[in-house]
């Protein structure tokens, strides 16, 4: 069974950190980009950024640029959103997903024709202030 779950989330305040962990099973990970996306209530999912296969090359989106970090550990099946400065706008659920191609993941927000291979089930964020 192919799955993303992702792990990490909870409740913190303004100015914290925060890593959330995305565990990959039933696929071969090194052969996936990664993406990180998040869904605020009322609002819809967004992309934070994106991570080709070897994890040598990240894009992000200009918002949380120098904020948020995505990394990945191949050897652990595991995708990486480590989160700095958190600001209570950034309460949102957070969601992993995987693609063989890093473009669906870029543009899988506004493209509702692209749409990743596989997303995990989202793990909850709170920033309090």
């Known amino acids: 069974q192919v799955q993303l779950v992702e792990s990490g989330g909870g409740l913190v305040q303004a100015g914290d950190s925060l890593s959330l962990s995305c565990k990959a099973s039933g696929l071969i990970f090194s052969e996936y980009a990664m993406g990180w996306f998040r869904q605020a209530p009322g609002k819809e999912r967004e992309l934070l950024g994106a991570t080709i296969k070897s994890g040598s090359s990240t894009y992000y989106v200009d918002s949380v640029k120098g904020r948020f970090f995505i990394s990945r550990d191949n050897a652990k099946n595991t995708a990486y959103l480590q989160m700095n400065s958190l600001k209570p706008e950034d309460t949102a659920i957070y969601y992993c997903?995987?693609?063989?191609?890093?473009?669906?993941?870029?543009?899988?927000?506004?493209?509702?024709?692209?749409?990743?291979?596989?997303w995990g089930q989202g793990t909850l964020v709170t920033v309090s202030s």
């Open positions: 997903a995987a693609d063989p191609k890093l473009h669906t993941l870029i543009v899988t927000t506004t493209d509702k024709d692209m749409s990743p291979e596989v």
